[in-house]
């Protein structure tokens, strides 16, 4: 199975054509946001560490994806402790309309990156702070952040990383807010995004009672679960009344889980993907095996 394309439709006119964006943001959220800036239009620069100092962890950690991230953006490797290459920065930021970073405020200090000397020295240019924790300069990652919110179920590691991903929607987003409020003011702005703030914001559901135990979207409502098919799962989201009027009357048994497991028993996925998509009913197939690994074992 290959990657799937971004199933959003982009707009006929790409909203951010002459927008420079310069990154030093390395791991995931900011990849993850400057890729979603450059399908929005602007060119993007992204600047790593060189191989000597370790780049960036995510092509060790994930070269695929980190292909996947970086396409259409151009990379250069820059030390940005020697002078040579710290130049070679500021010659970028000279030209640059967005600056997104992820280092801690101690970091960016030494560097000469702190907004402070950013402003002064580049008036017109804007900074997107991704950090950890608002407030504070702690150590931290998806994990920690996902714990704190409550969205994690030890010893179980999440599936995907929440945390990371929200934080770099939120900074695309924070990008165009500060480029809108810089043409109303004519002067570079700062925003902050912490990733610990968007996992509170996306533990929403959770925290309401919705996906947390004997919540409706967390096993109570017949029609909002997985099912077991003959080889496979298949997850069930008949949750609006309609839905469920659909799934009472194609399946002729009872609405309540244990009359729902028994008729998902008699088929396999294959008909069941059938049956779904005759009665408009909302179903998906779970994978056995996630489509990445299933591509490297071919």
């Not at 008036?123 to 150590?139: K, R």
């Not at 991903?165 to 109303?184: C, H, I, K």
Request: charged share 20%.
């Amino acid at each position: 199975m290959k990657n799937s394309p971004d199933v959003s439709t982009p707009p006929a006119t790409l909203p951010l054509p002459d927008i420079r964006v310069v990154s030093i943001a390395i791991n995931l959220p900011g990849p993850a946001c400057v890729r979603r800036l450059a399908e929005f239009g602007a060119s993007v620069i992204k600047v790593e560490p060189t191989a000597e100092r370790g780049g960036d962890p995510m092509r060790h950690y994930a070269p695929s994806y980190y292909e996947e991230l970086h396409q259409g953006i151009e990379v250069r490797a820059l030390d940005l402790k020697a002078s040579d290459d710290r130049q070679s920065l500021d010659a970028l930021l000279a030209h640059a309309d967005l600056l997104l970073t992820s280092q801690r405020d101690g970091a960016l200090h030494r560097l000469g990156l702190d907004w402070p000397q950013l402003s002064a020295r580049f008036p017109s240019l804007c900074q997107i702070a991704i950090v950890g924790s608002s407030g504070d300069d702690e150590a931290g990652h998806d994990l920690t952040y996902l714990a704190g919110a409550g969205l994690a179920t030890p010893p179980q590691l999440p599936a995907t990383l929440v945390a990371d991903l929200a934080g770099a929607e939120r900074a695309v987003t924070a990008a165009f807010a500060v480029l809108r409020l810089r043409q109303q003011t004519g002067r570079g702005q700062r925003m902050v995004v912490a990733l610990a703030d968007a996992a509170v914001a996306f533990s929403g559901p959770f925290r309401h009672g919705l996906t947390s135990a004997g919540g409706m979207l967390a096993g109570s409502h017949p029609g909002y679960n997985f099912y077991r098919a003959r080889d496979g799962w298949v997850a069930l989201a008949a949750l609006e009344p309609h839905f469920a009027e659909r799934v009472k009357t194609a399946s002729g048994v009872s609405f309540d889980k244990a009359a729902l497991a028994e008729f998902f028993r008699l088929n396999d996925i294959k008909h069941w993907t059938g049956w779904a998509a005759q009665h408009d009913i909302p179903l998906a197939v779970q994978p056995l095996t996630p489509p990445a690994l299933a591509d490297s074992s071919t």
